[in-house]
């Protein structure tokens, strides 16, 4: 089979996006969701840090509580690069322990708070450091809600050697694996992005990819869903949770 390469401008781990995007109402969807999520960071706490442009707005609105926080666990090189800008001391996951709170973005989320994660290459670091809090609050703009996931490819990170047999496997359960060429993850891995799937069951979608040898991360975050999804719009924000 042939693996079509992705299109130029497919997002690559470690780019950062322009420090003044365009406002647009999903900036600003994404910007409401950011400023609310800091009202669940508590005073004292070590904070787990997810990676994208909705994060990017988090990250400088936290600059606000940076004296009252312990540090930060970063899921990304991008993401530290900008905590550390601001003064917020990242710490290696081995040394912080369970964290309380998790923030991070998505490429789409279900009302059941199942998410497709991955657009920026960091969603093995998002998932460990997400397994790893207590917490996942989500923060979106509301045209990442969904009623099913699988519009977005679903992007899964692999080990380089084994990205065709990979990209087969997936074929034969009926998805259409395309290599993103230029991007090279922060663990020095790949990413097949599956287009064509209809996730009508997430979780057990997670489960049956985990098993094919090769595959690092798959970027469904199902069995381990956000617990709150804080979802921004040009007129506000919208929580849902269990
Ligand atoms: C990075 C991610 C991001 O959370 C996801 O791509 C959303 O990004 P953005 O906030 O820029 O729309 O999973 O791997």
């Excluded at 790893?132 to 490819?153: E, H, N, W, Y």
């Excluded at 094919?212 to 991360?217: D, E, F």
Aim: with cysteine; glycine share 12%; hydrophobic share 45%.
């Amino acid at each position: 089979m042939t693996l079509v390469p992705a299109k130029a401008g497919t997002v690559v781990s470690g780019v950062q996006l322009p420090e003044q995007a365009p406002m647009n109402a999903g900036n600003a969807g994404k910007q409401r969701a950011a400023h609310a999520a800091l009202e669940y960071v508590e005073h004292g706490s070590i904070l787990g840090v997810g990676t994208g442009s909705t994060v990017n707005h988090f990250i400088d609105a936290l600059a606000k509580l940076r004296g009252s926080l312990r540090g930060a666990v970063s899921s990304s090189l991008a993401s530290t690069a900008r905590l550390e800008a601001l003064g917020i001391e990242v710490m290696d996951l081995n040394h912080a322990g369970p964290l309380d709170l998790y923030v991070d973005g998505a490429d789409e989320a279900t009302r059941d708070r199942y998410l497709v994660k991955g657009g920026g290459a960091a969603l093995t670091r998002e998932k460990i450091v997400a397994a790893a809090s207590k917490r996942f609050v989500c923060i979106i703009d509301d045209s990442k809600l969904v009623p099913i996931l699988g519009r977005f490819p679903l992007p899964v990170e692999v080990i380089p050697m084994a990205r065709s047999y990979v990209a087969r496997e997936i074929v034969g359960r009926g998805g259409q694996p395309v290599w993103r060429e230029q991007c090279v993850t922060d663990n020095g891995n790949q990413i097949l992005d599956v287009h064509g799937l209809e996730i009508l069951d997430p979780p057990s979608l997670e489960r049956d990819l985990n098993q094919i040898a090769g595959i690092v991360t798959v970027g469904l975050f199902a069995q381990r869903p956000a617990d709150l999804l804080v979802i921004g719009n040009e007129k506000g924000v919208t929580v849902v949770g269990p």
